[in-house]
C-alpha cells in the first residue's frame, strides 16, 4: 500500500515569488508519481509525472518536480507564480502493479496575492 | 477526443434518497475509476474496473454503494438511502492499460458534486 503526505495545507505567496510544495509518500515497492491542479469546482488536471528517467522533471504552466528516492519525495516548485496559479495541488502515487490506481495527498493550497 | 464527462454535475437530494452518477470515459480507455473528494480533502479511492469487471473496491464504498460498467463503456454510481455524509464531489478519472504510451495518468472528469439535505 502507498501513502503520501504534503506537509504544507495552505501556501500564500505573493505573485512572480517562487513556491514550493512538499510532498513525502510511503510504498514497499517502485511507483510513479504525479501532481494534480485543481481549480474551483473542477475536476483534477495533470501538471507532471515521473515515471522513470530523469529525477527532474519538467511539466505545464512553468512547474517542475524533483524525485528524490532517497528521502521518499517528490517536491513540486514554480519559480515565478501568477494570479492564475491559485488553486489546490495534489501530489499522488501509484504502484506499477496496481492497476494505475491513484493514492492522493491531502492537497496544498496556494493563494497567489498580488 | 471529448474527455471524461459526468453528469449530473450537482445534485441536491434529501436524505434517505436514491441518487445515480453516470461517467463517460475517454473512448479508447478500458480503465474507469471512481473517487470521493470531501471539502478540503484528497480524492479518495471508491473503485475501479477494467473493461467490465470491477477489480477492485474500497472499504469507503459500503453496502449502499453500488457502480456498474455493464458493457465496459460508461459507468454508474448509485448511492441508496442517502446520508448527509454522503455528501461529496464524486470524481470519475479513465485511463489504459495497454498501447505504447501506458503513462499511468489518470483522465479526469469534472466530478458530480452531491449535497443531502
Known amino acids: 500500500a502507498q501513502s503520501v503526505t504534503q506537509l504544507d495545507s495552505q501556501v500564500p505567496v505573493f505573485e512572480e515569488a517562487p513556491v514550493e510544495l512538499r510532498c513525502n509518500y510511503s510504498?514497499?515497492?517502485?511507483?510513479?508519481l504525479f501532481w494534480y491542479v485543481q481549480y474551483p469546482n473542477q475536476g483534477l488536471q495533470l501538471l507532471l509525472k515521473y515515471l522513470s528517467g530523469s529525477t527532474l522533471v519538467k511539466g505545464i504552466n512553468g512547474f517542475e518536480a524533483e524525485f528524490n528516492k532517497s528521502q521518499t519525495s517528490f517536491h513540486l516548485r514554480k519559480p515565478s507564480v501568477h494570479i492564475s496559479d491559485t488553486a489546490e495541488y495534489f501530489c499522488?502515487?501509484?504502484?506499477?502493479?496496481?492497476?494505475?490506481?491513484?493514492?492522493f495527498g491531502g492537497g496544498t493550497r496556494v493563494l497567489v496575492k498580488p | 477526443d471529448t474527455g471524461v464527462s459526468q453528469d449530473p454535475r450537482h445534485k441536491i437530494t434529501k436524505r434517505g434518497q436514491n441518487v445515480t452518477f453516470r461517467c463517460d470515459p475517454i473512448?479508447?480507455?478500458?480503465?474507469l475509476y471512481w473517487y470521493r473528494q470531501t471539502l478540503g480533502q484528497g480524492p479518495e479511492f471508491l473503485t475501479y474496473f477494467q473493461n467490465e469487471a470491477q477489480l477492485e473496491k474500497s472499504r469507503l464504498l459500503s453496502d449502499r454503494f453500488s457502480a456498474e460498467r455493464p458493457k465496459g463503456s460508461f459507468s454508474t454510481l448509485e448511492i441508496q438511502r442517502t446520508e448527509q455524509g454522503d455528501s461529496a464531489m464524486y470524481l470519475c478519472?479513465?485511463?489504459?492499460?495497454?498501447?505504447?504510451?501506458?503513462?499511468?495518468?489518470?483522465?479526469f472528469g469534472e466530478g458530480s458534486r452531491l449535497t443531502v439535505l
Open positions: 499522488a502515487v501509484s504502484g506499477l502493479a496496481a492497476g494505475n490506481k491513484l493514492t
Open positions: 473512448s479508447e480507455h478500458n480503465r
Open positions: 478519472a479513465s485511463s489504459s492499460s495497454y498501447g505504447r504510451t501506458l503513462t499511468g495518468e489518470l483522465f
Open positions: 510504498s514497499s515497492v517502485s511507483v510513479y
